[in-house]
């Protein structure tokens, strides 16, 4: 018998069409590769969101007014969250993140610089339900930077904004980022730079795998694909086999022809305008939004407050 995760995976494996789930990108190789694609001269969310973020850092803190806690979720390297500190001024701050080994080293750097916030980090996978021990009663700022939202199908997507205007309670509410739609030749050199680093990233999912199943897949049998979907408004990315692979695993093999793709991410661009819409629907109840000039990236805040 197979463990639950080997099976979820597998079950991916031999879905039509295949796929992995973008979580297994994250481990200690991927969450740095993830890093280096934030300064990629293509990769513009991650600058335009800070751009946005500061230039309107004291607007973001008024509308924010007070916070308890500023909750991180998905808080990678914590530098985003640690950018608001000066102007949001938390009394408490949560990591939260899928990748252990580099939140706690990034939360423990991050203590040295900040002595007077109070700092823990939770492990979490933001695909479960989202639970939050000992915060229950605090006034909240939860914080979803980088259009990870976008990771998400709309329908999940729904569903989380849902679940943490309910964590809300009333009270505090969430500053998130989301990248929107635009030229198509932008958004598709986004996620395939000229260095190769997101094909890198892409790949390196393979070798997560290998870890987690057993498996022997050989990334160099496997080729980087992204290209943005119009009527889906979403980059999608796969790996396609560059030629006939058996993929070896305990108790089993499965076969891939050339040219046969295995999905690995969605990442959905919104509108302003149905981003908003989505915020209201799950129950937040004033939004403030702030973009660029190019308006390439929205940074709203959602208040669960009247
Ligand atoms: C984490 N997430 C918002 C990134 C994105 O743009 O969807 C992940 C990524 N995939 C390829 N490049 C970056």
Same mark, same amino acid.
């Given at each position: 018998?197979?463990?639950?995760?080997?099976?979820?995976?597998?079950?991916?494996?031999?879905?039509?069409?295949?796929?992995?789930?973008?979580?297994?990108?994250?481990?200690?190789?991927?969450?740095?590769?993830?890093?280096?694609?934030?300064?990629?001269?293509?990769?513009?969310?991650?600058?335009?969101?800070?751009?946005?973020?500061?230039?309107?850092?004291?607007?973001?803190?008024?509308?924010?007014?007070?916070?308890?806690?500023?909750?991180?979720?998905?808080?990678?390297?914590?530098?985003?969250?640690?950018?608001?500190?000066?102007?949001?001024?938390?009394? &408490?701050?949560? !990591?939260?993140?899928?990748?252990?080994?580099?939140?706690? +080293?990034?939360? @423990? $750097? *991050?203590? =040295?610089?900040?002595?007077?916030?109070?700092?823990?980090?939770?492990?979490?996978?933001?695909?479960?339900?989202?639970?939050?021990?000992?915060?229950?009663?605090?006034?909240?700022?939860?914080?979803?930077?980088?259009?990870?939202?976008?990771?998400?199908?709309?329908?999940?997507?729904?569903?989380?904004? &849902?679940?943490? !205007?309910?964590?809300?309670?009333?009270?505090?509410?969430? +500053?998130?980022? @989301? $990248? *929107?739609? =635009?030229?198509?030749?932008?958004?598709?050199?986004?996620?395939?730079?000229?260095?190769?680093?997101?094909?890198?990233?892409?790949?390196?999912?393979?070798?997560?795998?290998?870890?987690?199943?057993?498996?022997?897949?050989?990334?160099?049998?496997?080729?980087?694909?992204?290209?943005?979907?119009?009527?889906?408004?979403?980059?999608?990315?796969?790996?396609?086999?560059?030629?006939?692979?058996?993929? @070896?695993?305990?108790?089993?093999?499965?076969?891939?022809?050339?040219?046969?793709?295995?999905?690995?991410?969605?990442?959905?661009?919104?509108?302003?305008?149905?981003?908003?819409?989505?915020?209201?629907?799950?129950?937040?109840?004033?939004?403030?939004?702030?973009?660029?000039?190019?308006?390439?990236?929205?940074?709203?805040?959602?208040?669960?407050?009247?």
């Amino acid at each position: 018998m197979h463990s639950p995760i080997i099976h979820e995976v597998l079950a991916g494996l031999h879905a039509t069409p295949p796929f992995i789930s973008p979580k297994y990108f994250y481990d200690e190789l991927g969450s740095k590769l993830f890093e280096v694609i934030t300064l990629l001269d293509e990769y513009y969310p991650t600058r335009v969101e800070k751009s946005i973020m500061q230039l309107f850092q004291q607007e973001i803190a008024n509308a924010v007014h007070s916070c308890d806690v500023l909750v991180d979720l998905g808080a990678g390297n914590c530098v985003k969250a640690s950018e608001l500190f000066d102007s949001i001024k938390p009394k &408490k701050y949560r !990591a939260l993140d899928i990748s252990k080994e580099f939140l706690e +080293l990034a939360v @423990v $750097d *991050l203590q =040295k610089r900040f002595p007077n916030i109070k700092m823990d980090s939770q492990i979490c996978d933001l695909n479960e339900q989202l639970q939050l021990p000992d915060l229950s009663n605090d006034r909240k700022l939860f914080f979803y930077p980088g259009s990870s939202i976008g990771n998400f199908d709309p329908d999940k997507a729904s569903g989380f904004l &849902k679940n943490i !205007a309910t964590q809300c309670d009333g009270q505090g509410g969430l +500053l998130i980022g @989301v $990248d *929107l739609e =635009k030229n198509e030749q932008i958004l598709n050199n986004a996620y395939n730079d000229s260095l190769g680093v997101t094909a890198a990233f892409n790949l390196n999912v393979l070798r997560h795998i290998n870890r987690v199943i057993g498996s022997n897949f050989n990334t160099s049998n496997w080729q980087h694909y992204a290209k943005f979907n119009k009527s889906q408004s979403r980059i999608e990315m796969y790996l396609r086999a560059q030629q006939d692979v058996g993929i @070896v695993y305990p108790n089993g093999v499965h076969h891939f022809k050339a040219g046969d793709l295995i999905h690995t991410e969605n990442s959905y661009k919104y509108t302003q305008g149905s981003f908003t819409e989505m915020l209201r629907n799950a129950g937040f109840k004033n939004i403030h939004t702030w973009t660029d000039a190019n308006a390439y990236f929205l940074v709203c805040y959602a208040s669960a407050e009247s």
